[in-house]
């Protein structure tokens, strides 16, 4: 899986591209993230406290309440990273 440190990341990346990495790690290819999958995606992606920032993000981001990420929920999910986070995002 792609190692990438979002806060010293060199260059901003498009909304797309954020969605992009994060859909990578959803390895049953339900088109949903799970928890676990959020997790190693954070873990993957060089946060620290992965397991806590997956629950506040599918607190966060997760609209209908089915404790999963789906592809409609993945922009809020982008939005709460850049604001909590640092993602750079253009």
Do not use: C
């Not at 990438?4 to 990341?9: G, V």
């Not at 928890?35 to 992606?45: C, N, Q, S």
């Not at 592809?71 to 750079?88: C, M, N, P, Q, T």
């Amino acid at each position: 899986m792609p190692h990438w440190t979002p806060k010293s990341s060199s260059f901003p990346l498009s909304e797309e591209q954020v969605k992009g990495l994060l859909s990578r790690y959803d390895t049953n290819r339900d088109g949903r993230l799970s928890k676990d999958e959020l997790k190693r995606a954070f873990r993957g992606m060089g946060l620290r406290f992965s397991g806590w920032r997956a629950s506040r993000a599918l607190r966060h981001a997760d609209a209908n309440g089915d404790h999963y990420i789906s592809e409609d929920e993945l922009s809020e999910l982008v939005k709460y990273a850049h604001s909590k986070w640092g993602f750079r995002i253009n």
